[in-house]
C-alpha cells in the first residue's frame, strides 16, 4: 500500500477509535482559520481550541487587537 494511502486509512482508524472511545469529545477546532480538530478531555467539555498555545492564543490576540484597533480608529 503506498505511503499516502496508508496514512489516510490510519487516520480513519484513529477517528474511529476515539469517536467510540470518547463519543462527542472530537470536535473542529473554534478557529475558521484551522482545520485541525481537538479531542476534548476535560470534564466541563468546554474545549475550543485544537491546542490552547496555537489557536487560543492567536484568536484571543485577535479579539484584543480589534478592541485595541476599533479604539484607535474612532
Ligand atoms: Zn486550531
Known sequence: M????RKAVDAVL???AV???LPGRLRPCANPECRR???ER???N???????AV???RMKARRR???TCDAAAE
Request: aromatic share 10%; proline share 3%; hydrophobic share 35%.
Open 19 to 21: 469517536q467510540q472511545a
Open 2 to 5: 503506498p505511503a499516502e494511502r
Open 55 to 57: 489557536c487560543g492564543n
Open 37 to 39: 480538530f481537538l479531542l
Open 42 to 44: 476535560s470534564r466541563t
Open 65 to 67: 487587537c480589534r478592541r
Open 46 to 52: 468546554k474545549a475550543r481550541w485544537c491546542s490552547m
Open 14 to 16: 484513529a477517528w474511529s
